[in-house]
C-alpha cells in the first residue's frame, strides 16, 4: 500500500508542485516564463538534437551489454526501444519501472535468440552501469568540492558513501569470483541469462559500457553548461562537472513528477551561490526538465512504427 501511495502519479505531482512553489516564490514567475517564451528556435533544436544523441549512446550502452560488437542497425533498434520506454514513462505510475518493462517490446522481437530473463536483466544492468558512473563522479565531485570550501550535507555524504560501497562490492564480487558457481542453485536455473551477465566472460563488455556511460556523461555536463550559457548563469564546466553529478544521482529517487521541483530545488541549493542570478539557475533547470519531457513526447512518434506495432500485437 505505501508503495502505491509513493509511485502514485498524483503524488509526485503534488510533491513536485510544492518544491516548484518553494524554488520560485522569491522570484518574478511571470518574467521567467516570459524569458522561457522567448528562447529561440535553433537553441531549442540544436539541444533536442543533443539529448537524442545523449540517448542513444546509453542505448549503445545497453546494447553492448547483450551483442558483443553491435552494429549501427542495432544501435538504432535499441534506440527505438529507449524511446518508447521514455514516452511511456511520463504517463504510467511507477514510470521509471513501467518504462524499463516497456523497452524490451522491440528488442524481445527482433533478437528472439535472446532469453526474457537475459533481456530483463540486461536492463536492470544497464540502469546500475549509469547509476555507478554518476555515483563515482559524484563522489569524487563531493570530495573536491569539500575542497573548495562547499558545505555538502552529512546525509548526502552518507548516501553516497554507501552507494559507492555497494558498486565496489558488486564489481569486485564479478571480478574476482565465479558467479555461477556461488549461486549454483537448481532454482536458478531459469534465471541462468541473469547470470551471463554478470559472468567473467561479460567484463568487457561491461567495461565497455562503463566507458561509453562516461563519455555520455561527459557530453551532458557540456550540454548543460551550455544551457546555463545561454541563460547567463555565469557557471563554469568545473562547476557544474562538480555538482551535476551529484544532482542526477539524487533525481534518481522517484519523489516527484519528471524531476519537476526537485530539480529545481537542487539546483537553487547547489548553484544558486556561484550563478548570476537565481533567476538563471531556474531558467537552466527548468529548461532542462521541459527539454526531457520534449524528448519523452517525440519517443511517441516510435509507438507509430511498424516495430512497434507488431510488437505490441505479439
Do not use: H
Amino acid at each position: 500500500m505505501f508503495k502505491k501511495i509513493i509511485n502514485s502519479k498524483l503524488i509526485k505531482l503534488v510533491i513536485s508542485s510544492i518544491l516548484i512553489y518553494f524554488a520560485f516564490k522569491k522570484v518574478d514567475v511571470v518574467s521567467l516564463a516570459r524569458d522561457l517564451s522567448r528562447v529561440e528556435w535553433w537553441f531549442l533544436v540544436v539541444n533536442i538534437l543533443i539529448s537524442l544523441g545523449l540517448m542513444g549512446m546509453i542505448s549503445w550502452r545497453w546494447s553492448l551489454l547483450l551483442i558483443k560488437n553491435p552494429t549501427f542497425k542495432d544501435i538504432i533498434l535499441f534506440f527505438k526501444s529507449s524511446l518508447s520506454a521514455a514516452f511511456y514513462g511520463l504517463f504510467l505510475p511507477s514510470s521509471a519501472v513501467a518504462g524499463d518493462a516497456l523497452k524490451w517490446i522491440i528488442i524481445d522481437e527482433k533478437y528472439p535468440e535472446i532469453s526474457k530473463p537475459k533481456l530483463l536483466g540486461s536492463i536492470l544492468l544497464d540502469r546500475f552501469v549509469g547509476l555507478t558512473v554518476f555515483v563515482v563522479l559524484g563522489s569524487i565531485m563531493i570530495f573536491l568540492a569539500g575542497n573548495k570550501g562547499v558545505e555538502i550535507p552529512m546525509m548526502i555524504q552518507l548516501v553516497f558513501a554507501g552507494l559507492l560501497l555497494g558498486c565496489l562490492t558488486f564489481y569486485v564480487t564479478i571480478i574476482f569470483f565465479d558467479i555461477k558457481k556461488v549461486f549454483n542453485f537448481k532454482w536458478l536455473n531459469k534465471f541462468s541469462g541473469i547470470l551471463e551477465l554478470v559472468d567473467k566472460k561479460n567484463l568487457v563488455q561491461i567495461g565497455k559500457s562503463l566507458g561509453v556511460s562516461l563519455m555520455s556523461d561527459i557530453f551532458w555536463v557540456l550540454q548543460m553548461w551550455f544551457i546555463g550559457w545561454y541563460f547567463g548563469t555565469g557557471l563554469s564546466v568545473v562547476s557544474i562537472l562538480i555538482f551535476l553529478p551529484v544532482i542526477s544521482t539524487i533525481l534518481t529517487l522517484p519523489i516527484s513528477f519528471a524531476g519537476f521541483g526537485a530539480r529545481e530545488q537542487l539546483f537553487v541549493y547547489f548553484f544558486g551561490k556561484e550563478a548570476v542570478s537565481i533567476e538563471s539557475v531556474l531558467l537552466m533547470s527548468t529548461f532542462a526538465g521541459i527539454l526531457g519531457v520534449i524528448n519523452s513526447l517525440v519517443g511517441g512518434l516510435v509507438t507509430l512504427t511498424p516495430d512497434f506495432k507488431r510488437s505490441q500485437k505479439k
